[in-house]
């Protein structure tokens, strides 16, 4: 049976049409970051909005769900204007992030498929099965823990099906925690799962069934100019 988790908004909160975002974004890597208006917690991206001198910090649900509005340049924006402005610096922002943890594990690693990883990523902005085993594999060379689920992978095609399938068991396994609900399920029904996930009949684990029933985080796929960076308001945690 699915199990479901109902956020309510915070009584402080009141009315969100009365917030404005303040453009400042913070990306939390090791996705412990909370949102002050629904107290969902594990979040990568938060946004700060404010309200006169309050200020909280909202995650992608949120942005999604209530009516917040914003100003540029002295110019109120619409919903419609607002979404779309925090729609860009977010996807500038991730593909930042993943960009230089990438390029500094290549920098620390001496495996050359690690520049190959790399100019992977900046041509594609998301990883292929068989690149997200190499890059996942390296990352202990960081000081800094790293969630692997701050990164896409690739498994909509055939293609990136079988080369994830052709993946030795521990790479498999390196790779599912990255993979989303949806992308779990059409592995596992095409005979790809991890053995850990699986019983001695072949059938997923009970444990691992009520995973796939859950959420994923939000994807947010749009490409975007790498080398223009951010408004300076942006905020990051890494």
Known sequence: MQISTRYTLNEFVRDPKDWQFTWGLKDDVRLESCCDFCGQQEQRLTYEVARGDDRMWVCQRCVGRYPIGGEREGNVLDLRAARDYIHGLTARLKQRTCHDIIREVQCLSADPAMEETLVYYERNLMLSPQR???????????TERIDVRIFEIQTRSKAHQDEFGTLADAERMIVWPALSAQQ???????????????????????????????????????????????????????
């Open 184 to 238: 779990r399920r059409r592995l596992v029904s095409l005979g790809h799962a991890p053995s850990s996930v699986v019983n001695k009949r072949g059938r997923l684990r009970p444990e691992i069934q009520i995973e796939l029933t859950g959420s994923c985080m939000s994807a947010l796929t749009a490409s975007a100019d790498m080398t223009r960076r951010p408004d300076k308001l942006i905020k990051t945690t890494v």
């Open 132 to 142: 997200a085993a190499v890059l996942f594999a390296a990352m202990t060379l960081l």
